[in-house]
C-alpha cells in the first residue's frame, strides 16, 4: 500500500483527444494518463510538447529520490 488516491475524470473516447488537449494545456495537474498502441501518436506529441516527466531521468532521478522503497 503506497497511500494514494486516485480520482478518475470519466468522459466518453469521443472527447478525450479533445479533452486531454484541454486538460494539459490547461495546466491541470496529470498524474496518470491512459496511453496505449492506439494512442501513441498522441502520447509521443504530449512527449515532444514537454507535458510528461521522465522519471528516471539520469540528471533527476525522481524514482530514487522520491521512492526509493517501492
Given at each position: 500500500?503506497?497511500?494514494?488516491?486516485?480520482?478518475?475524470?470519466?468522459?466518453?473516447?469521443?472527447?478525450?483527444?479533445?479533452?486531454?488537449?484541454?486538460?494539459?494545456q490547461?495546466?491541470?495537474?496529470?498524474?496518470?494518463?491512459?496511453?496505449?498502441?492506439?494512442?501513441?501518436?498522441?502520447?509521443?506529441?504530449?512527449?515532444?510538447?514537454?507535458?510528461?516527466?521522465?522519471?528516471?531521468?539520469?540528471?533527476n532521478?525522481?524514482?530514487?529520490?522520491?521512492?526509493?522503497?517501492l
Amino acid at each position: 500500500q503506497i497511500n494514494v488516491t486516485i480520482e478518475p475524470i470519466w468522459g466518453t473516447w469521443g472527447d478525450f483527444d479533445q479533452n486531454s488537449v484541454l486538460s494539459l494545456q490547461g495546466g491541470d495537474d496529470v498524474d496518470i494518463y491512459f496511453t496505449c498502441s492506439w494512442s501513441a501518436d498522441e502520447y509521443n506529441k504530449f512527449a515532444r510538447d514537454g507535458y510528461w516527466v521522465r522519471l528516471d531521468d539520469p540528471e533527476n532521478n525522481l524514482i530514487e529520490k522520491y521512492a526509493s522503497d517501492l
